[in-house]
């Protein structure tokens, strides 16, 4: 019941804020009607900041940037300079007359004679302890009950109506999907190259040099095995350790491209394997996943990989948790941590990497990392029915 309490008021809290912010940014809109309307760019600069507001009230998942159109900018400017100030004043009112009560009630001596209490208790004069505590405290409760009921209503009706009013249509949505593919496809296809060019790179100047060098050593001892016994036997223990040498070299390279312990032990083994690994505590919760596709496999896998290395080397947490769970042809990850919060996937975290190999298949990153923490990464892949 405490717990209960505590939040109601926490909410209520939260509430209040976000309409006394909607009230002061109606009258700033106001002010700044004429540059909001004839700057776009403004505009839609306005309405996103309301649009986050909107979704931290509701507490919506953090989907990155929100980019709004013009008209829809437009309209949610038209109707924030009216909900604004109605709904605002309505929160004034409401906390505004149980605070003022719950002064007044104890102070009713000093107050000038002849003063009455609320005016739903038609106007009873305040003439002893007896009617200042007996009047007094009904109104307070009863403005106190109304402003926790009341107050978090029209917030969450104002926010809800301003994600309504700035969230796209869905052929906005649609195009804008297509848009991202596009992109995301581009970018795989130029990494997919990059990555080629890579693995070339490394088999031609590691593994195939070094298999040249055991072929050139195989072929001298061949030469040498009838004349110099001592000699032979040094080429070819060179060449046994070059081979074992170009073998490490070998699974390494194919390592970046597909992590054997996927193909040998599964998803939930590899998993497993990097939690038994990590440098800090870690937590693993793993449900049914059933058949996964081999590139969503590698991308989860990467994906706990980079946010256990990011949690031990830059969050600077003791504890993290990574929970995967297979819901229809959905494969969701979520990894949490205890540490300082901050991540910023501008900064060369390892995330935007993520985000990248995660958009590529057509799935949704969001990252969670305010200052002092926690830090939250939240993915979600198509795996297929």
Not at 142 to 154: E, F, G, K, S, Y
Not at 236 to 252: D, G, K, N, V
Request: aromatic letters at 4%; glycine letters at 10%.
């Amino acid at each position: 019941m405490k717990h209960r309490g505590t939040d109601r008021l926490s909410a209520t809290w939260r509430a209040l804020g976000y309409l006394l912010g909607s009230l002061g940014a109606a009258a700033l809109a106001l002010a700044a009607l004429p540059v909001l309307l004839l700057v776009p760019r403004a505009a839609r600069a306005w309405a996103s900041w309301h649009r986050r507001r909107a979704g931290r009230l509701l507490r919506a998942p953090d989907d990155g940037p929100v980019r709004v159109g013009t008209w829809h900018a437009l309209g949610w400017l038209g109707t924030s300079v009216v909900s604004g100030p109605a709904f605002g004043l309505v929160a004034v009112a409401c906390a505004g007359n149980t605070l003022t009560t719950a002064v007044t009630v104890p102070l009713w001596w000093a107050l000038p004679a002849g003063t009455r209490a609320g005016g739903f208790a038609a106007g009873v004069p305040l003439t002893g302890w007896g009617t200042a505590l007996t009047w007094g405290t009904a109104q307070f409760v009863v403005l106190a009950a109304l402003t926790l009921w009341l107050v978090p209503l029209l917030a969450r009706l104002h926010a809800r109506s301003c994600v309504a009013l700035l969230s796209p249509t869905a052929a906005e949505q649609l195009a804008r999907r297509v848009e991202t593919l596009t992109e995301t496809r581009a970018g795989a296809i130029n990494a997919h190259g990059l990555e080629l060019r890579r693995i070339e790179r490394d088999l031609h100047d590691g593994t195939q040099a070094r298999l040249v060098a055991i072929a050139m050593r195989l072929g001298l001892a061949r030469e040498l095995q009838d004349t110099d016994p001592r000699m032979l036997a040094r080429l070819l223990e060179e060449a046994h350790e070059s081979a074992e040498e170009a073998m490490t070299e070998l699974r390494a390279v194919i390592r970046t491209i597909y992590p054997p312990i996927l193909a040998d032990r599964g998803l939930t083994g590899a998993l497993t394997s990097l939690g038994s690994r990590s440098a800090i505590d870690t937590t693993l919760e793993i449900g049914t996943l059933g058949t996964v596709p081999a590139a969503v496999e590698a991308v989860a896998y990467f994906t706990v990989a980079e946010a256990l290395t990011n949690a031990a080397k830059h969050s600077r947490a003791t504890r993290t948790t990574v929970r995967v769970a297979r819901d229809g042809d959905r494969l969701s990850i979520e990894a949490s941590d205890d540490g300082v919060g901050g991540a910023d996937e501008t900064r060369g975290t390892g995330i935007a990497g993520i985000r990248h190999r995660v958009l590529a298949l057509d799935g949704t990153l969001r990252l969670h990392s305010p200052g002092g923490g926690p830090t939250t990464i939240t993915v979600s892949l198509p795996c297929g029915s």
